[in-house]
Each structure stands twice: as C-alpha cells, then as structure tokens.
C-alpha cells in the first residue's frame, strides 16, 4: 500500500509510529498540520479515489473517544460502547456506509491509545459500581477494519494488556481482514473477541470489493480458534438474491467447518440498509452492483431497507439455518430496530 | 458540440489561430464559433466570478448545442512532482474562497490523478501555496466555477492545464504573459491529441455515463401502446438495469416481454398497461415481493368477497388496513359481519413478521 501524503499532527512529529511510518513510506510527501480537522473533511473527496490515490493522517483523537453504541449493536441487556481509534478502511465493500460518512475516504489514525484506554477504563469502573459483574462491551472498528492496518498501526499489545485487567470488561475487534500477523503474537485473551463479517462466496466476490475472499477468512477464523481466541461473527449485511436461502446455507455450512458451532461466541445477522445519503452514494459509485437497483423502501426511520416482510423473512430464514446446523438460537442476535420487533 | 472555456485570449491564442475561430454575436465580446471544429470558444477574463457568470449565460443560451465544457488554461503547481510546461488531465476541482475551503468539489468524467484547487485571488505566498498543496497538486483561478455553472446546467465538463509556474516560483506573472503563446501552442497540441483519441496520457477513459436509458428502453418509453409519467420510467430504468445486471432479462428480451403483453393485454389502456407491464416486471426481478403480495391477497380474501375495498401500505412498510364499504341494508351489514369475523387479521401480522413461507 502506497500513500500518496501523509499528514501528522505537529505534536507528534517525534512519536515513534511517526518515524516508523516515515521509515515505511519514503515515497510519500509528508506534511506537518495542526489538527486532522484543518484538512481532513475539509472538502468532499470522491470517495472512488481510495483506488488511485490514498492519503494517511496521523493524529490524536479529541472530544468523545468513547461512545455508547447505538440500538441492536451486541447481545442485548448487557451495555455496549464503542471507541474510535481510526477513520476509513482500506477496503471497498460497496455496501459500506462510510461511502457517505466521512466525504473522504482518506485513512486517519488516531495515536492516543492511552487516553482512549483511561476512557475505556473509567467506563468499565462506573458500571462495575452500579452492576458489579455484569459484562460490558467496548467495540472497535466502527469506522474502521479492527484489524486490516494492525501491522502498521501497532495498537494491539496495548489493548490486549488493557482488557487483561479489566476481566468484566470485553473487547470486540471487527473485520473482513486476515491480517492476524500481529494478533498471533499476542496470547488469546476470553474477553477479546475477533469477530469476522462474512457473506456467502459470491456475495463476498461482487459486494466485498478488495478484500480478502471467503476461504482466506474462513481459514483465519479457524487459525484463531485453534489458538484459542474467542470468534465471533455477523452475517451482516444480508443481500436478497433469489439464491439466497441455499447461498446462506452452504455459507454456515462452511462456518462450520472452520470452526465448531459451539465455540463461537456469537452471530449477529442483520439485513443490508443505508441511510439515504450512503443509498445515494451506492448509486453514484457502482451503479452496476446487482443489488441497489432492488425494491428498497424508505422505512420507519428515513433509512433504505428492504419492505418489512422481506427484511424480516431473511432474518428468520438465516436464523433458523444458523439454528439447523448446531448454533445455539441464545448466541444469534439480530440487528433490527425497534419497529421491526413487533 | 464543445465550448472552449479561456480565461485569457493569450491562452486561447493557438486555438483561435488554427482553428478559425470567428467572434459569435452575443451580450458580450469573447464568444466565438469555428465552422471548421463545430466549436465554441469562450474568453471569461481572470478569476472565479467572470468565468462562471460568462460560462452559465453562454450555457444557458447554447444550453441546446453545447454537450461538453472544456476548460483549458494555465495553473501553477502545488507540487514539486509537476513542473512547468507539464500538462494534466484535471479529475476533482477543489475551491478556496479567500477564507476557507468550499465543502463543495466537482470531479470530472475522466480518469485522472490530477486535482486543482481554484482560489478566489492570486496566489503568491509560499506559505499559502503549502497550505492549500495540502488539497490539490495544481491552483488556477476559474475551473472551480466553470464545473459549478456546468453542473448546474447538466453539462459535462473537463479540464486541461499547462503548468506556467512551479512552487518555488513568487512573481510569476510576466513570464506567463510574455510565454502565453507557447503555453497556449502546448495546449492545443494537446488538446488535438485527445480529439484524435490519441493522446500519451493512460487516462483518457471516460465512464459510462450512468441513468442514460438504452435503445431498447427508449423505444418501449416512446412507444404509445404504453404511458410512463416520469417516476414510471425512472422505474422502468432502475427495472431494466436490475433485469439486466442480475442476468434474468437483457434488453431484448425486455422488449419482446413488453410486446407480448401488449397483445395480450388490448383493451389496456396505455396506463394501465404500463402499470401492468412495471408490476409483472417487479415480479420477475423480486419473486419474494410477489409471493408477499399473493399472501397479503389471500388472507384478505374473506373482505375482498364481501365487496370490502382495502388499501394496504404499497411500500409494505406498515401492516395497517384501511377498508371501505358502502352499508346500504341490513343485509349488506349481515355480509360485512361475517367477512369481518372470517378475516384474520393475525395473518397480516404474520405476513409482515417475515412468516411467507407455505407453511404459515
């Protein structure tokens, strides 16, 4: 991967990721700026050009650097959060959100772990007063792939060695990666879950732009395993295609092969949706995916989904495979919003 | 047919040289028109307001004959990768307002590498030059504002420079004007290379143009047999598409589809085949929808019969009912009893909780 310019914020001009990444990328221009803000999001960058020119800011995350997560995010009844460690993903699934959420598709960096850490920690010890024992969650890759730039951006040891002190506190890392070079290195923890978002083969082929195919994750999720970190996984986002029933079924089929059902730690599975500015990106940027051109509806609440019945029919279809083939139906959670649960 | 945006006559120079460019009668100088090329010319005069007030009225007058804007001009680099003399393709237009950066950018219809910032005033300081190399490799005074008066007439528009002066360099402006001709004798060359579809730049590869209906669609939308409003044929676009990029029905197969309804289908009128042929046409691209639409029918198969007109949500987002029927005796109340105690509405709830399957 090349960067065209990377921007580091001043302060951090002597941080040793900064000289690491000046050591790693000799050809890109570097340029000093006061904050990520002065130049990121500034303008609105296609977001297509992440295939042709990439740019890098490294910098430290301010304001909120945890957040409470929003509706149907997690098993429910236990509280989730999410941090913020990274912008932007070096993958193109053509589904993705962050299409029309950042209005560049540049990667950002954020290099204050510790500060997140400290946030992460008091999170942990209100909850832990209120509910002693009760589980909390804190998930990374929001905005981000959790793993996909590990071996550059280093932050793993450092919440690995975090979470081991906070035992009720658990780490969700989200991915399409099989990065998992750095993460091999590290003891598997219970609370740290690497969680992998998978779609049939050729959903994965035609949707998942630039990542790594279904068998290469399937393989990762199993060399984990075997190693012994907790997976999880999110079927999520679920595209209606007349094959879809038999696509899901040979998909779980393959999941457990990789690795036995009872292992798994959870499934999500949620059905594709966007809100009206991401739908209206789809569009521009792959006008020839095989999905966006289906019946969407505008739902409930102003985001792009399918009509009701058909949204909720492959909920239920998925999950009663998933349950078919061993998945235990407490493990499954499914990403819907209030309206839809009747 | 083009229009050639200048912002100097010197830039312009080569093109009106050989191209016999002749002034054009309009409510200011700098238009003109080449018989020869079957091209308009514009000279704007520097900076963001002029060109984009001249190119918007000379858009909005030719709006009928000119299909492509191409701006061609000078820009200084922002970057020690392009030097002078060197010319580049212009993908995203980038603004600077004197004050801040506009949010808003126009990308071209054309693989480049090259971006360019448009300041509102000259741009002489190095500092300034740093700041703004932070979001695009060129700077010139006027792409940015001929993209925005082009987009908002719907007109395509590209954009190709020479670089006249490089980073380094402060006071430019004497050379560029003494040098104008040769950049301008650059630029045509360059441009008569891409006419001729050879130009040395990997780039020249336009996108397909996305929404422009096939000729297949364009004969069944005109055909009279059928009558699509707008939202119908923005629909029967997005259908065709869908048909297309899953394999199910190519355009041909489109057309045949529409001819055999048309014929069995003669008493339609012109709209309610078109509903018709949209809806069989949805059925065929989403065979769930149809099967939800079946069940819907069937469960409400008890009102129906008993002469109960009911309206359901047709984006089926809400499971809600609104049914009329007109009470004129008591029998008709008798009838309307006994569909209300036959219908079950449990089995809506059921279709809209995702249960569809022949086993509900």
């Given at each position: 991967?090349?960067?065209e310019?990377?921007f580091?914020?001043e302060q951090?001009i ?5 000289l690491?990444m ?15 803000e002065?130049v ?5 960058k296609?977001y297509l050009?992440k295939r ?27 509280p989730?959060y999410?941090f913020?460690?990274a912008?932007?993903?070096i993958?193109e699934?053509?589904?993705c959100?962050?299409q ?19 946030e ?12 002693p ?8 890759g929001e ?19 975090l979470?081991?002190n906070?035992p ?8 399409k990666?099989?990065?998992i070079k750095?993460?091999i ?9 690497i969680?992998?978002?998978?779609a ?5 082929k ?6 790594p195919g279904l068998k290469a994750?399937l ?6 395993h075997?190693?012994?970190?907790p ?7 679920i595209?209606y ?8 079924s040979?998909l779980?089929e393959?999941?457990t092969?990789?690795?036995p059902?009872?292992?798994l ?5 949620g059905v594709?949706r966007?809100t ?11 006008p020839d995916s095989d999905?966006?051109h ?10 792009i ?7 909720l029919?492959?909920?239920?279809k998925?999950k009663?495979?998933?349950i078919?083939q061993?998945i ?7 990403c819907?919003e209030?309206?839809d649960?009747? | 047919?083009?229009?050639?945006v ?5 830039e312009?120079f080569s093109?009106?040289?050989?191209d016999q460019?002749?002034p054009e009668?309009f409510?200011?100088?700098g ?7 079957k ?5 704007t005069?520097?900076g963001?307001k002029?060109?984009c ?12 004959k000119?299909?492509?804007v191409?701006?061609?001009?000078l ?20 603004a600077?307002?004197?004050?801040k950066?506009?949010f808003?950018s126009?990308t071209?219809?054309?693989h ?8 509102f005033h000259?741009v002489m300081?190095?500092s ?12 010139d005074?006027e792409?940015?504002?001929?993209m ?9 528009c ?6 006249s002066d ?8 004497e050379?560029?004007k003494?040098?104008?001709k ?6 045509y ?6 006419l ?10 336009l996108?397909?143009?996305f929404?422009?209906?096939s ?8 055909d ?10 923005r629909?029967?676009?997005?259908l ?9 029905m ?7 589809f ?6 069995a ?7 309610n085949l078109?509903?018709?042929?949209l809806?069989?046409?949805?059925e ?23 002469g109960?007109?009911v309206?359901?949500?047709p984006?089926?987002?809400?499971d809600?009912l609104q049914?009329?029927f007109?009470?004129s ?32």
């Open positions: 991967m090349i960067f310019k990377i580091i914020e951090l002597n941080h040793p990721k900064v690491e000046k050591a790693r990328f000799p050809e890109s221009e570097f340029k000093l700026i006061s904050k990520v002065d990121f999001g500034r303008v609105k296609p050009q042709t020119n990439l740019n890098l800011f490294i910098g430290e995350k301010k304001g909120q650097l945890v957040k409470v997560a929003p509706p149907a995010y997690g098993l429910s009844g236990e989730h999410y913020v460690h912008y932007n993903c993958y699934c053509n589904y959100y962050l029309g959420y950042f209005q560049s598709p540049d990667i950002v960096i954020f290099l204050n772990h510790e500060e997140i850490g400290h992460i920690k008091r999170i942990t010890f209100e909850h832990q007063k209120a509910s024992g009760k589980k909390v969650w804190f998930h990374a905005y981000s792939d959790s793993l996909a730039l590990t071996h550059l951006t280093g932050e793993l040891p450092f919440y690995f060695e979470f081991k906070l009720e506190a658990y780490l969700e890392l989200r991915t990666s099989v990065n750095e993460l290195k590290l003891s598997p923890s219970k609370n740290i879950v969680s992998f978002s998978l049939p083969e050729e959903r994965t035609n949707n998942d732009l630039k990542t994750r393989k990762a999720i199993s060399e984990l075997e190693r012994g970190h997976i999880g996984l999110h079927l999520d986002p595209i295609d007349q094959n879809v029933v038999t696509s899901y040979e779980i393959q999941i092969r990789a690795i059902p009872e292992a730690s959870y499934i999500s599975i594709v966007f009206k500015n991401v739908f209206h990106q789809v569009l521009k940027n792959y999905f966006i289906d019946d969407f509806v505008t739902s409930f609440d102003n985001k989904r399918y009509n009701k019945p058909t949204r029919w492959l909920l239920g998925v009663d495979l998933l078919s061993g235990a139906s407490e493990k499954i959670y499914e819907m209030e309206s649960v009747d | 047919m083009k229009l050639l200048f912002a100097h006559r010197g312009a093109f009106l040289h050989h460019y002749l009668k409510h200011f100088d238009l003109f028109f080449s018989e020869e090329k091209s308009y010319l514009l000279i005069g520097e963001p002029e060109a007030e001249k190119t918007v009225a000379v858009l909005s007058s030719y709006k009928d000119i299909d492509q191409v701006n061609i001009g820009a200084g680099s922002l970057t020690p990768k392009l030097k002078k003399h060197d010319i580049a393709w212009v993908r995203t237009s980038y600077h307002n004197s004050t950066m506009e808003k126009y071209a219809n054309f480049s590498k090259i971006d360019c910032l448009t300041s000259r300081e190095q300034e030059k740093k700041a703004l190399s932070s979001f695009a490799d060129i700077v005074r792409l940015w504002s001929i925005s008066a082009s987009h908002l007439l719907k007109v395509d590209l954009a190709l420079k020479i670089i490089e980073n380094e360099e402060s006071d430019f402006c050379t560029v003494s040098e104008a040769v950049f301008s004798e650059f630029l060359k360059e441009w008569t290379k891409f001729n579809q050879s130009s040395p730049i990997d780039s020249i590869k996108k397909p143009i929404n422009s209906p000729t297949s669609l364009e004969t069944l939308l005109s009279s047999s059928f009558h699509f409003t707008t939202t119908q044929k629909q029967a676009l997005g065709n598409r869908s048909l297309k990029l899953k394999g199910i190519n355009d041909d197969e489109l057309l045949s529409a001819d055999t309804l048309k014929k289908e003669p008493e339609l009128t012109p709209k078109t509903r018709k042929l809806t069989s046409l949805e065929i691209n989403n065979p769930l929808k149809k099967k939800i639409k079946i069940k819907i029918e069937e469960a409400l198969t008890p009102l129906t019969n008993a109960i007109s309206h359901t949500d984006d089926l987002e809400s809600r049914m009329s007109t009470l005796s008591v029998r008709d109340q008798k009838k309307l009893q006994l569909a209300m105690e036959q219908f079950q509405f449990q089995k809506i709830k059921d279709i809209f909780s995702g249960k569809i399957e022949d086993d509900l």
